[in-house]
């Protein structure tokens, strides 16, 4: 690739870069993420292709480079970089279709979140048997039949998504196109877990009222 060639390339990747800066307040299309990546292969093939490269060009290759990595949060909101890796299988040295967010402070508490989550969790299973033991004693009702299927649904279906892989990135699906931020999305399945331990714990303390009107009910069955 000549020396005009390499300065075209990027030229081009620098309208791109700004294109997608400027559309970063208006959310930027999958095209335009990807026309910059692709630019950006560009001036990779043009710099592997032993060019001698003046150091003007070279360093305007640096700054655009530092322009891009400061998109990368925004890109990893409206992309899935790791889909499109699958598909189109980069090297690995083009590090501009491996970005990543910048780490946010609150990531540094997802252990904590997620050991909350999983104890929640374990402890609501806990209540679903207890619970539903009492319900399959003897036949049971319209009543008995829907808290247990209930119950048990919303809790398999929290536990599946905190504790394998395909229910993390279900999960995370759901919450992104809730437009819930990434840092803050083991906080809400947390307060989820919590939500719903506390509902089964309410349930259970209140066992003996329902039992009480199991029991008026059975005596009005007997009466008629």
Known sequence: MAISELEAVVESYGVMLTVL???ATTHPSKHQILDV??????VYTGLTNKTQASKEILMKVIL?????KKQA???ALQVQLSDWRASLHPPAEAWWWFLEPPTNQWDSFDWLWSALSVTCLTASLSLVVDISSRFLTGVPDTLGAFTITTQSV???LAAGGAL???GQEGTERILKSLNIPK????????GFAVSLLLCLASFRFLLPQIAVFYK?????????
Do not use: M, P
Not at 183 to 190: D, I
């Open 21 to 23: 800066e400027t559309a």
């Open 37 to 42: 990546l692709k630019a950006r292969d560009e």
């Open 64 to 68: 655009l480079d530092e322009r891009l």
């Open 73 to 75: 949060g925004l890109i």
């Open 154 to 156: 919303l809790t398999l």
């Open 164 to 166: 394998t892989k395909a």
């Open 183 to 190: 840092h803050f999305q083991k906080e809400v399945q947390c």
């Open 216 to 224: 008026i009910e059975g005596h009005r069955a007997i009466l008629s």
